[in-house]
């Protein structure tokens, strides 16, 4: 087949995010495939590429478009925001290529990384994720909750940094409640929490509280909750935002 397909981390917000060796391939491709809103964030108009926007919940449908266009030639990028492996549309890709016609498994298919949005997020306020840390996605459209909840219980009773994605909407709008209700009976009260939203844009905000103090209403899909790990630590300064950090060394902690 003379076709290829490249899945595309758009990064988190800012076009200063996105690498070279992506933006490199968007200008190459013969098509862009995507949720229309990721689409529309690359302004760059090459004439003769064909875009195919898509809404949200139809990452097998777009999978299977991409790689039909791959398949018939095409010089096809999928595009995602953040990483495409991180809850995004390498995994959606290679689930079509498993399920679907075996032609597809001889595609040129690679994967280009891009910057996540937990990774950002920590940027912008130190270093949280500075020692062991996960990533948990609160949403429930491909897992039960029961599973979401098994998983934060073992995150909590493990002492991990836990990086919430897609904490909450407008469908699940009591979820990140839930969540909170359920480490607040394993993690200190006092553990740092943080709601960066829209990080890497002109209207980042972040804003540092405690488990105790957390307001789930602060929170919507722009939003990356950090919940910090019993030793991560806050560095006051005089009217300047917080630093948050996590030491890299284990250190005994009072719980």
Not at 75 to 81: E, Q
Not at 136 to 145: C, Y
Not at 207 to 227: G, H, K, N, S
């Amino acid at each position: 087949m003379s076709g290829s397909l490249v899945v595309v981390g758009l990064g988190p917000g800012s076009s200063d995010l996105l690498t070279p060796a992506a933006a490199k391939v968007l200008h190459a491709a013969t098509d862009l495939v995507g949720y229309g809103p990721y689409l529309d964030r690359i302004e760059e108009i090459i004439p003769g590429q064909r875009r195919h926007a898509s809404g949200n919940r139809v990452e097998i449908d777009r999978a299977r478009q991409a790689l039909t266009l791959a398949a018939e030639g095409g010089k096809v990028a999928v595009v995602s925001g953040g990483d495409p492996g991180v809850f995004a549309m390498a995994a959606a890709i290679f689930e079509a290529v498993e399920d679907g016609n075996p032609e597809w498994r001889e595609l040129d298919i690679r994967v280009e990384p891009g910057i996540t949005a937990m990774l950002a997020a920590a940027a912008e306020v130190g270093a949280p994720l500075g020692a062991d840390f996960c990533a948990v996605s609160l949403s429930d459209n491909l897992k039960s909750w029961e599973t979401i909840e098994r998983r934060l219980r073992a995150a909590a009773e493990g002492d991990f940094v836990i990086s919430l994605y897609n904490p909450a909407s407008k469908a699940r709008p009591h979820q990140l409640g839930q969540a909170f209700d359920l480490l607040k009976a394993i993690k200190s009260p006092l553990t740092i929490v943080l709601f960066v939203r829209k990080v890497a844009t002109s209207e980042a905000s972040v804003i540092v509280t405690t488990l105790a103090e957390a307001d789930p209403a602060l929170a919507d899909m722009r939003t990356l909750v950090i919940i910090g790990a019993a030793a991560t630590r806050l560095i006051p300064r005089k009217g300047l935002r917080p630093w948050i950090y996590t030491p890299r060394v284990e250190q005994e902690v009072a719980r």
